[in-house]
């Protein structure tokens, strides 16, 4: 199995960037479809990025602006968010998964491995 933690998170003014990280410890993180999802107050766990056999995948509210990649080297995974809106903020969790379909990206049913979380807030 494997273990992931996120970092990154923190405050930041409208406009601005954040990066987050997502280390993998235990199995290799190359042998995982793996993905970003985000939970705002009071509502469900949302999608926004995924890595799936080398291509990407992203929520229409992010496409532009964030961007998912790995290095397989170091077994983290990355989302560089730019343009940052209020409607961002959030609770930020990497997870992994296998050999999901394009179809299932998307869903939280289709992850096995999810980190803590990490806070990102977007404010003035």
């Known amino acids: 199995q494997v273990q992931l933690a996120e970092s990154g998170g923190g405050l930041v003014q409208p406009g601005g960037s954040l990066r987050l990280e997502c280390r993998a410890s235990?199995?290799?993180?190359?042998?995982?479809?793996t993905a970003w999802f985000r939970q705002a107050p009071g509502k469900g766990r949302e999608f926004v990025a995924a890595?799936?056999?080398?291509?990407?995948d992203y929520d229409d509210s992010v496409e532009g602006r964030f961007t998912i990649s790995r290095d397989n080297y170091k077994n983290t995974m990355y989302l560089q968010m730019n343009s940052l809106k209020p409607e961002d903020t959030a609770v930020y969790y990497c997870?992994?998964?296998?050999?999901?379909?394009?179809?299932?990206?998307?869903?939280?049913?289709?992850?096995?491995?999810w980190g803590q979380g990490t806070q990102v807030t977007v404010s003035s």
């Open positions: 997870a992994a998964g296998w050999d999901l379909s394009i179809a299932q990206i998307a869903s939280t049913d289709s992850y096995v491995y």
């Open positions: 235990g199995r290799s993180f190359n042998l995982y479809h």
């Open positions: 890595l799936r056999s080398g291509s990407t």
